[in-house]
């Protein structure tokens, strides 16, 4: 099982020694995940934990006036890591007392007296501390005089594009699921669990699993063709879903994810599912009345059955 753990101060967390790679881990890409095996590799070679360090929030969302999207919950990313093979997480506080934080100190309290750092892998253009300060060139020296090696991992590239959890944000934003996809390694998902709404949609002829995303930022709103994960094992069933703020009946503060699955009629409230996004149908919309909407409603469906392969229902 892996441990995670919040504070830069503490007792040493890897007292055998580690082999660790530090970074943001949004999305948990094909690059982080080519760095992640390598670092699982060197563990078990070298007989070592194997030690992500990361932050929460995020750095570039802690800086910015602005919400910032993000690719992945901090529990799906915890969850990424686990499955990668990480022995054991770093999760950090980003916050101002981080931020102040001098690079080399940085490297004494957190690389070699938190995690006995035996090896430090990280990205071509990798920077950390106050101000950026920070980069491989000084792990390489302070390595030396604490006995790790720095090791750069190569920019990972699809069709000459650089992976990053900025370009599968555009890509996303874009509606080029597919190509965040390739980037990804995988289709984009959001998981949650699911609660009890207002049960329009059931009066509506289309009842839906509703997960709240709290102050989660994402990098994409509208209405989409999708397939969903049930926690007992049932994967890829079909259905529509909507992710936004419901213009038409009650505008939401926060975004609210909506998925109608196809030929199902089960109570699924609590439980925790994973969606993913396979097309996007159209964009938002408010319309004048319920009766107006519904028939989008009927649009949207049959849309996604065709998108997914599915046969559209008789009769309609």
């Known amino acids: 099982m892996t441990e ?15 082999v660790v790679t ?22 078990d070679a070298l007989g070592v934990e194997a030690v992500a360090i990361s932050f929460e929030p995020l750095p570039r969302a802690f800086f910015s006036p602005e919400p910032v999207p993000r690719l992945a919950s901090m529990r799906e990313k915890l969850e990424g890591l686990r499955d990668a093979g990480m ?34 892998w990280v990205g071509g253009d990798f920077r950390f501390g106050h101000k950026r300060g920070g980069d491989f060139a000084l792990l390489e020296r302070m390595g030396a005089e604490h006995g790790f090696a720095a090791r750069a991992m190569p920019v990972q590239q699809i069709d000459g594009l650089q992976v990053s959890s900025s370009a599968i944000r555009k890509a996303l934003a874009d509606g ?20 009890e709404g207002e049960k329009l949609g059931r009066t509506l ?18 209405i989409f063709a999708v397939r969903v994960d049930l926690p007992d094992g049932r994967s890829g069933l079909p ?27 089960e109570e699924i409230y609590g439980h925790r599912i994973r969606v993913e996004f396979v097309t996007h149908l ?15 409603m009927d649009r949207d469906a ?9 046969a559209p229902v008789e009769g309609a």
Request: aromatic share 6%; hydrophobic share 45%.
């Open 87 to 120: 022995d054991r997480v770093l999760l950090l506080r980003f916050n101002r007392a981080l931020t102040a934080m001098p690079a080399e100190q940085f490297v004494r309290d957190v690389l070699v007296r938190r995690v006995a750092a035996r090896e430090v």
């Open 302 to 310: 049959a849309a996604a059955r065709a998108a997914l392969g599915i």
């Open 176 to 195: 080029d699921f597919a190509h965040a996809g390739r980037l990804l390694g995988r289709s984009f998902a959001m998981s949650g669990h699911v609660v």
């Open 22 to 43: 530090v970074g943001a881990f949004d999305g948990l890409h094909r690059g982080h995940r080519a760095l992640l095996a390598r670092v699982r590799e060197r563990a």
């Open 239 to 265: 259905g529509v879903a909507s992710l936004g703020v419901r213009p038409t009946v009650n505008r939401l503060p926060q975004p609210l994810l909506e998925a109608h699955l196809f030929d199902f009629d």
């Open 205 to 222: 002829g289309y009842p839906t699993a509703n997960v709240p995303l709290g102050r989660r930022v994402t990098p994409l709103q509208g």
């Open 4 to 18: 995670h753990h919040r504070d830069v101060a503490g007792p040493c967390v890897a007292p055998g020694g580690s």
């Open 282 to 296: 159209r964009d938002e919309e408010k319309f004048d009345d319920l009766d107006a909407l519904v028939v989008q």
